[in-house]
Nanobody
Framework: QVQLTESGGGLVQAGGSLRLSCAAS????????LAWFRQSPGKEREFVAS????????LYTDSVKGRFTIARDNAKSTVYLQMNSLEPEDTAVYYC??????????????????WGQGTQVSVTS
């Protein structure tokens, strides 16, 4: 069973940066596709970014392109989300997700079979 643990959330002013981390245990991390999703109060969970098993392919939602970067370190079984130029609209609980079977990027939450507990990101104006 894959377990995912996020960290790195916090409170930051608009224009600032944060780096989220998600450490995985169980399974074969190097075969996973990974993703970050987020959910704001009263809204549905939305896709943020995804990275393939090889790290050679990434996918971003339009609103974060050029500001966020997803990366993975297979030696540490960790996926990162570097968030720059943060905006108040980025305020949400951020969730890490893993896909053990397909290994390719996806924006669909249905593709991912393991989820972390989430980490809060709050951006003040």
């Amino acid at each position: 069973q894959v377990q995912l643990t996020e960290s790195g959330g916090g409170l930051v002013q608009a224009g600032g940066s944060l780096r989220l981390s998600c450490a995985a245990s169980g399974g074969t991390f190097s075969r996973f596709a990974l993703a970050w999703f987020r959910q704001s109060p009263g809204k549905e969970r939305e896709f943020v970014a995804s990275i393939s098993w090889s790290g050679n392919s990434t996918l971003y939602t339009d609103s974060v392109k050029g500001r966020f970067t997803i990366a993975r370190d297979n030696a540490k079984s960790t996926v990162y989300l570097q968030m720059n130029s943060l905006e108040p609209e980025d305020t949400a609980v951020y969730y890490c997700a893993a896909d053990q079977f397909w290994g390719v990027v996806s924006s669909s939450a249905l593709r991912f079979d393991s989820w972390g507990q989430g980490t809060q990101v709050s951006v003040t104006s």
